[in-house]
């Protein structure tokens, strides 16, 4: 099992920048593919970007690909959402999530296992 705790949402104004930190406990972190994902008020949870479990490969959504960059630091247990040039529209809890999954997969929130409990980003206009 592992346990997954979000930090560094917050309010800031269109064009701005924030860092998501995703920290597991409980072994293993490295056999987990992770993932972030998030949920407007009023709308579906949406997969936001993924990342291997070596860190190499990534997968972004299109509306995020060339502004958000996730890394992850397996000594440190944590995953990171960099998001740079955020838009109103990218308002909404942003959750991390891990599991067990192939490469076709990550995009299905479906296929991860464990979720943290989300952070609130708000972006001005």
């Known amino acids: 099992q592992v346990q997954l705790v979000e930090s560094g949402g917050g309010l800031v104004q269109a064009g701005g920048s924030l860092r998501l930190s995703c920290v597991a406990s409980?072994?293993?972190?490295?056999?987990?593919?992770m993932g972030w994902f998030r949920q407007a008020p009023g709308k579906e949870r949406e997969f936001v970007a993924s990342i291997s479990r070596s860190g190499i490969t990534t997968w972004y959504a299109d509306s995020v690909k060339g502004r958000f960059t996730s890394s992850r630091d397996n000594v440190k247990n944590t995953m990171y959402l960099q998001m740079n040039s955020l838009k109103p529209e990218d308002t909404a809890v942003y959750y991390c999530?891990?599991?067990?999954?192939?490469?076709?997969?990550?995009?299905?929130?479906?296929?991860?296992?464990?979720w943290g409990q989300g952070t609130q980003v708000t972006v001005g206009s």
């Open positions: 409980g072994r293993s972190f490295t056999t987990y593919t």
């Open positions: 999530a891990a599991g067990h999954l192939g490469a076709l997969v990550v995009r299905q929130s479906t296929a991860y296992n464990y």
